[in-house]
């Protein structure tokens, strides 16, 4: 037998060891390349978040804070209705500082055709709308007709299909790419069809809470402030000035959500950083209890001739194959857990949470890869410096 | 007559199929019935795919008591096909929820996937290494 087969040889002659090794490398892997994606995510849906959400100041009802949670219906797409008359519009146009200022009506449905929960609908004006329809224009470039509907990523019906609400049927002509926010579960229209719905839906006895014309309803306000003018003298304004509505900063929501980001982030890299260091210390200690047992083999094959170097380089042989084949198991095991389960991960942080792209995706599994395979060498280098100084001739006489 | 010694990946494919089976009636479930009394769609898809991991379990099961090379090699065909049913079932050949938030989308179906792959894949090489010891006439 060739001597540079005799590492593949001692592992798999001694598989309990070989797979003892594999599964501490495996779990290192594992929780640098889950904990890496995870993180990534989270970072993706912040950036995703604070791209689309577009205003700096959103303008609701006074009444829309006892029916909902505004921050987890703005940001999570917890579905919710209110309403206020359409002149809150005009009087916040007038307002100094006001850049842009773009109405939406939100109704939510009873009940979608197959699923027993209900679906966000919402009414924008394409015209004016500067926080949804931009996005829109990417995925359906042409203007939307009355009954049609833009879905979000995770509303699964084909484009193309017919969507029922309260009656009404409506063509689904796009879908929105995926954000990792509560943009992902709504679906979204014209202002036309929305009034049309909102007549539906109190035609079959639905009480929306609506005083007056369906006509003239809308739920919120997104205001985009000028320049040189602040977010906070504006919502101050709009809160002492406009009657009946209540101005939100979208800069703090952002910040309860940022906050609870770096904190599930924080978290997550001193777990990684806690499994690193216990990983790399069990390893150092189990290839120093390990060649420690294989004394006697190492000094009869000093004594059959093998070099120090050749003895290390085969301490290295066994340790590369061990961490590859480790590595590529907890990668291949993160990727079962992390991808598939994205959106259950999503739920439970309740942050917003976009999967990486595929080129970062094996960008990670390359440095996780890397990774394991500098700290598995890394450690069984310190062994392979003291096996080198070991006397075979004085193991031998001794027999241990 | 000397039987031969229980094959690890043998326990292995049963104990997966056996989890995967455990947990369609206990983690992986779908919503149960709506206030009406009728169900949603993901509930058809959910029990079908729970048919095939009853099976599945009980077919490796008998590959480890009856141990015979034959025999595992066509168990071990038919759960590849098995695991492949079960990956098309949830979606492709029965429709989910319409909102990918539910647990259709969120738990049931991601979990068939990863024990559908793992199954499928082990199984192939388990007729792999049958075939190769049929060959070797062991």
């Known amino acids: ?400 | 007559m000397n039987k031969k010694r229980i094959r690890g990946i043998d326990i292995v494919l049963f104990l997966l199929c056996l989890v995967f089976a455990v947990g369609m009636l206990t983690f992986l479930k779908t919503c149960g019935a709506k206030e009406d009394g009728s169900f949603m769609n993901c509930q058809w898809a959910w029990r079908a795919v729970t048919g095939i991991s009853v099976l599945m379990a009980i077919q490796s099961l008998v590959m480890i008591v009856l141990r015979n090379n034959g025999i595992g090699e066509g168990i071990s065909i038919s759960l590849v096909l098995e695991a492949i049913l079960a990956l098309v079932l949830p979606g492709c050949v029965i429709p989910l929820c319409m909102m990918e938030t539910m647990r259709c989308h969120a738990i049931m179906k991601p979990g068939v996937m990863v024990f559908g792959i793992i199954i499928a894949v082990l199984s192939a090489i388990n007729v792999v290494l049958l075939h190769k010891g049929a060959a070797k006439g062991e």
């Open chain 1, 1 to 400: 037998m060739k001597f540079r087969k005799l590492p593949f040889r001692n592992l798999t002659k001694k598989p309990g060891r070989t797979a003892m090794l594999t599964v501490l490398v495996m779990i290192l892997s594992f929780a640098m390349f889950a904990g890496a994606a995870t993180i990534f995510s989270l970072r993706n849906g912040m950036k995703s978040l604070e791209a689309r959400l577009g205003a700096d100041v959103i303008v609701v009802p006074v009444s829309a804070k006892s029916k909902v949670n505004l921050d987890e219906m703005l940001l999570q797409g917890t579905v919710g209705y209110f309403y206020m008359d359409s002149d809150v519009l005009e009087k916040v146009r007038e307002i100094d500082g006001v850049e842009k200022a773009s109405a939406q009506t939100f109704l939510a449905t009873l009940r979608a055709d197959c699923c027993s929960i209900p679906v966000q609908v919402i009414g924008i004006d394409p015209d004016t709308d500067f926080t949804v329809q931009p996005w829109i224009a990417q995925s359906y470039g042409k203007p939307l007709e009355t009954y049609d509907l833009i879905v979000g990523s995770k509303v699964g019906t084909e484009i193309g299909s017919t969507l029922r609400i309260y009656q009404q049927d409506c063509q689904v002509v796009g879908r929105l790419d995926s954000t990792g926010t509560g943009m992902d579960t709504a679906v979204y229209t014209t202002m036309d069809t929305m009034h049309l719905l909102l007549e539906a839906a109190q035609g079959l006895g639905h009480d929306l809470k609506i005083t007056g014309d369906p006509d003239e309803v809308i739920s919120a306000v997104y205001i985009k402030v000028k320049d040189d003018s602040s977010a906070v003298s504006v919502n101050n304004y709009i809160n002492v000035h406009i009657r009946k509505v209540e101005s939100v900063q979208t800069k703090n929501m952002l910040t309860t959500v940022s906050d609870g980001m770096a904190g599930a982030s924080s978290a997550m890299t001193i777990l990684i950083g806690g499994i690193w260091v216990l990983t790399f210390l069990l390893i150092i200690a189990a290839f120093c209890m390990i060649i420690r047992e294989r004394r006697l083999e190492f000094a009869v094959l000093r004594m059959l001739g093998a070099s120090r170097r050749m003895l290390s380089g085969m301490i290295f042989t066994e340790t590369a194959a061990i961490c590859v084949l480790g590595s590529v198991l907890g990668i291949l095991l993160a990727c079962a857990v992390v991808f598939p389960f994205g959106g259950l991960i999503e739920e439970k942080l309740g942050l917003p949470f976009l999967q990486p792209g595929a080129g970062m995706c094996i960008l990670l599994a390359a440095g996780t890869f890397l990774g394991v395979l500098l700290t598995g060498t890394v450690a069984s280098m310190w062994t392979a410096n003291r096996l080198s100084h070991v006397d075979a001739s004085k193991i031998l006489r001794e027999g241990n």
